[in-house]
T-cell receptor
Framework: AQSVSQHNHHVILSEAASLELGCNYSYGGTVNLFWYVQYPGQHLQLLLKYFSGDPLVKGIKGFEAEFIKSKFSFNLRKPSVQWSDTAEYFCAVGGGYQKVTFGTGTKLQVIP | EAQVTQNPRYLITVTGKKLTVTCSQNMNHEYMSWYRQDPGLGLRQIYYSMNVEVTDKGDVPEGYKVSRKEKRNFPLILESPSPNQTSLYFC????????????FGNGTRLTVT
């Protein structure tokens, strides 16, 4: 069975600080990896995805993630966060037959 | 506008009173799914459907029913709600294919007293 671990449950940063959110997965086959963002009071939106090719994936709003197969990791990064990045971030792994498993989420609070 | 529409946004009900949460998508997506979101637990899949008349259990199906009579609609039915089903529910859809991202509805916050 596939699983996803997000190690940081709550992260507090000041504006302009760099961000890295950890995500580790377990799955025996070819994986598709996603990061979703949920702004306060809103639904989840796709931030970026990886399914093949360049392991460094760029998404919307300056976010990027790096797929490291040997570490089973797909960490999310942003060089300089803004107050508007305050949200909850979910890592997800898609396995076969559309089975998508989500991590427990990381709440990011950016202080102006 | 391409979207997934859930109704209602908020629902307060009592134990045992049957309810239905509707979900409709206008993107001609084959795949639809229901999730519940609880603090500290992330999103857990309740049921999913790969196409019309094809549904299957997710990770937490107990106490829920679904149907997929039309491609665009995927209602979630709670025959006899209980307080442990108090949660935030999301419907999602996608094209068929493992790398297709999910499109989420705005959520339904359900309280069962």
């Amino acid at each position: 069975a596939q699983s996803v671990s997000q190690h940081n449950h709550h992260v507090i940063l000041s504006e302009a600080a760099s961000l890295e959110l950890g995500c580790n997965y377990s799955y025996g086959g070819t994986v598709n990896l996603f990061w979703y963002v949920q702004y306060p009071g809103q639904h989840l939106q796709l931030l970026l995805k990886y399914f093949s090719g360049d392991p460094l994936v760029k998404g919307i709003k300056g976010f990027e993630a790096e797929f490291i197969k040997s570490k089973f990791s797909f960490n999310l990064r942003k060089p300089s966060v803004q107050w508007s990045d305050t949200a909850e971030y979910f890592c997800a792994v898609g396995g076969g037959y559309q089975k998508v498993t989500f991590g427990t989420g990381t709440k990011l609070q950016v202080i102006p | 506008e391409a979207q997934v529409t859930q109704n209602p946004r908020y629902l307060i009900t009592v134990t045992g009173k049957k309810l239905t949460v509707t979900c409709s998508q206008n993107m001609n997506h084959e795949y639809m799914s229901w999730y519940r979101q609880d603090p500290g637990l992330g999103l857990r899949q309740i049921y999913y459907s790969m196409n019309v008349e094809v549904t299957d259990k997710g990770d937490v199906p107990e106490g829920y029913k679904v149907s997929r009579k039309e491609k665009r609609n995927f209602p979630l039915i709670l025959e006899s709600p209980s307080p442990n089903q108090t949660s935030l529910y999301f419907c999602a859809s996608s094209l068929w294919g493992d790398n297709s991202p999910l499109h989420f509805g705005n959520g339904t916050r359900l309280t069962v007293t």
